[in-house]
């Protein structure tokens, strides 16, 4: 079990950009880490992962070439690097780790650890 906290939320204009952090309390390095996003009225939809190694990051369609989700293990940080933010990225962005070495998961079911979620805003 690791807990998570997500920061960097907030309010921008389309075009502009957010760097989402979240800082893991616990065992950290061997996760898979994840972000998920949930806009009202629709259902929590993957955004990016990253292996535990800090390599072969993968990312939805809708956000690929515009996110970039990188780590610090050291830091025991997990990070979301958002870029050219249009309306439709308006969401609660989540953080969420998967311990059990998936090689790839997407789905929500996947990952046991969660934070709480940063709101993230863009404007039109």
């Known amino acids: 079990q690791v807990q998570l906290i997500e920061s960097g939320g907030g309010l921008v204009q389309a075009g502009g950009s957010l760097r989402l952090s979240c800082s893991a309390i616990?065992?950290?390095?061997?996760?898979?880490m994840g972000w998920f996003r949930q806009a009202p009225g629709k259902e929590r939809e993957f955004v990016a992962g990253?292996?535990?190694?800090?390599?072969?990051?993968y990312y939805a369609d809708s956000v690929k070439g515009r996110f970039t989700i990188s780590r610090d293990n050291a830091k025991n940080t997990v990070y979301l690097q958002m870029n050219n933010l249009k309306p439709e990225d308006t969401a609660v962005y989540y953080c969420?780790?998967?311990?059990?070495?998936?090689?790839?998961?997407?789905?929500?079911?996947?990952?046991?650890?969660w934070g709480q979620g940063t709101q993230v805003t863009v404007s039109s």
């Open positions: 616990g065992y950290f390095s061997r996760f898979t």
């Open positions: 990253i292996r535990w190694s800090g390599i072969s990051e």
């Open positions: 969420a780790a998967d311990g059990r070495l998936r090689v790839r998961p997407t789905s929500a079911g996947d990952f046991g650890s």
